[in-house]
């Protein structure tokens, strides 16, 4: 057991800054709501800081077409934050998929839903 | 054989140490999915894992006669060495306590197993997996009842997440199912053969959260997986007995470094016992602790960080 704990120790002494998967915290629209005015922005909140080009944010409308406005960026006091403009949504149903990759390169994805009604 | 193991350990550690890190990617995803480590039934990724401790607690009858309680302690250290291919390393601590007659306690045999991810759908969460477990004879406690011959136990493994059912039942979609199936091949040719089967059916409130629906679940009631495990040995020759098994419902909670689970264990029949256990499970994301060790491949591999198609593949 002592060998084990030496182990253990030799790994901890590698230790060089704990994070983590970035995780979806919360999104702008809500995840799976329904508004009834067009955002001017999608905003998605992470568990993590990410590195932004290799982080992406895509919002297509419901026939599959990229309608946001490929302006993807990190809000300047919130490296968690990340952000695209869209235009006038039109009603309908909005597909938003990210790839979020935090500062120590862990890699996640998502997809999510909105619907902007009349 | 145990001072090979940690030896053996200490220089993969060392190793690990110098070879810098490309993308980091470990844990169970497979596209939007993450798929836990859960506790009785292992899940189909090769990935780098640090389990530890796992304990669980029974009360059971031994043949024909008193009570006794059962506590076993375990860990287990999985390492991915190529990419989609890993090697894991398992041992387990048991305490007996008998109501009559003398305590005793010991390890059983230290198990070395590996593991190779086939193939791999991220639009459909899915995941197929073959590996090999090796239960080496006579590295464990006699007193406890460890085989003096070893075992092993080809498997194969499985994993499916329901995200890619139609809209209209999205909260059917937080459901995934990861299973295994094996066959014990004992290399004492007088003990039985046995099917060894595993099942985990898993609701993720994560996934709920994050892809279907923002249902305002505080932390960190939308942090947990609430699961059912299915978990069965049946003999198939030589008078290995009837089939035992354990229905063991609970729940994971994901944190930010470390994964918490706890489950009953419910035998599923008279033979496998009257008592209703625990087991209670610490898995800790060695990956998010120390990323420039672990999380990767020992050799080659990892994703692209420049891939720039988010919804992609992970691996």
């Known amino acids: ?118 | 054989m145990k001072k090979f193991a940690v030896r053996g350990a200490i220089a993969a550690a060392a190793l690990c140490g110098v070879i810098h890190p490309r993308a980091v990617m470990a844990h169970g995803f497979e596209g939007d999915r993450f798929f836990p480590p859960t506790i009785e039934t292992d899940d189909p990724f090769a990935v780098d894992e640090l389990s530890i401790p796992t304990v669980s607690l029974f009360h059971n009858p031994p043949d024909g006669g008193s009570t006794t309680r059962e506590i076993d302690i375990g860990g287990e250290f999985d390492k991915e060495l190529l990419p989609g291919w890993d090697l894991e390393f398992s041992d387990v601590f048991t305490l007996l306590h008998p109501k009559v007659g003398e305590s005793t306690n010991g390890w059983q045999n230290f198990s070395l197993g590996s593991k190779l991810e086939l193939i791999q759908n991220a639009d459909h969460e899915f995941i197929f997996s073959i590996g090999c477990d090796w239960d080496i004879g006579g590295t464990g406690g006699r007193s406890i009842g460890a085989n003096s011959f070893s075992t092993f136990t080809p498997t194969v493994f499985f994993g499916k997440g329901l995200g890619d059912l139609p809209d209209s039942v999205p909260m059917l979609k937080p459901f995934a199912i990861t299973g295994e199936v094996g066959e014990d091949l004992p290399t004492e040719a007088a003990n039985p053969n046995a099917l060894e089967v595993g099942l985990a059916l898993e609701y993720s409130l994560l996934y709920l959260e994050e892809n279907v629906k923002d249902t305002g679940m505080p932390h960190p009631f939308r942090d947990m997986i609430p699961l059912v495990e299915f978990t069965m040995t049946n003999p198939q020759n030589r008078g290995g007995g009837p089939a035992t098994g354990n229905i063991d419902p609970g729940v994971l909670y994901e944190s930010r470094y470390f994964q918490l689970g706890a489950e009953a264990v419910i035998p599923m029949n008279r033979h496998t016992g009257p008592n209703v256990g625990f087991i209670v499970n610490v898995n800790i994301f060695f990956d998010d602790m120390w990323p420039k060790i672990f999380g990767h491949p020992l050799f080659g591999g990892g994703p692209n960080l420049a891939e720039n198609n988010p919804g992609g593949s992970a691996k």
Not at chain 1, 10 to 23: K, M
Not at chain 1, 24 to 42: F, M, T, W, Y
Not at chain 1, 56 to 68: C, F, Q, S, Y
């Open chain 1, 1 to 118: 057991m002592k060998k084990l704990l030496l182990a253990l120790l030799c790994c901890l002494a590698g230790l060089d800054g704990a994070y983590a998967h970035a995780f979806l915290d919360h999104a702008d629209p809500r995840v799976g709501s329904v508004i009834h005015a067009s955002p001017a922005e999608v905003k998605i909140w992470f568990t993590e800081k990410l590195i932004l080009p290799f982080s992406d944010v895509k919002v297509v409308d419901a026939a599959g077409n990229e309608i946001d406005k490929r302006d993807k960026r990190l809000d300047p006091a919130n490296g968690a934050l990340l952000i695209v403009s869209v235009p006038a949504l039109k009603p309908g149903r909005y597909t938003v998929t990210w790839r979020a990759t935090a500062v120590d390169t862990h890699v996640t994805h998502g997809t999510f839903t909105f619907a902007v009604s009349p």
